[in-house]
């Protein structure tokens, strides 16, 4: 059973940037799918940005379309969340998920494995 660890969250200035690491612990044979979600406090998990593990899709939320980018070291099985151009409203936890399920990126229920998170903040 694959397991998430995510680490490079902290503290950055508005208009900064970040970079954020997801690497699973285990093995990767069952993951057709990886995201990242995030948590803000006081509201529900919100998609950010997910990537088909082995193939070339990607997927954003609107609200980080240009400013953020999904990647992957093949060669680490790591993926990555590059943020730039953060806001305020980007302070969450985010979470690192991985799944099998490709035709419901953007739902939280559709993944099987979660990261512990990391916790980003956005000073303005």
């Known amino acids: 059973q694959a397991q998430l660890v995510e680490s490079g969250g902290g503290l950055v200035q508005a208009g900064g940037s970040l970079t954020l690491s997801c690497t699973p612990s285990t093995s990767t044979v069952n993951i057709r799918v990886a995201a990242w979600f995030r948590q803000a406090p006081g509201k529900g998990r919100e998609f950010v940005a997910a990537r088909t593990w082995l193939g070339n899709g990607l997927y954003y939320a609107d609200s980080v379309k240009a400013r953020f980018t999904i990647a992957k070291n093949n060669a680490k099985h790591t993926m990555y969340l590059q943020m730039h151009t953060v806001k305020p409203e980007d302070t969450a936890v985010y979470y690192c998920?991985?799944?099998?399920?490709?035709?419901?990126?953007?739902?939280?229920?559709?993944?099987?494995?979660w990261g512990r998170g990391t916790q980003v903040t956005v000073s303005s």
């Open positions: 998920a991985a799944g099998r399920d490709i035709d419901r990126v953007r739902e939280p229920a559709a993944y099987d494995y």
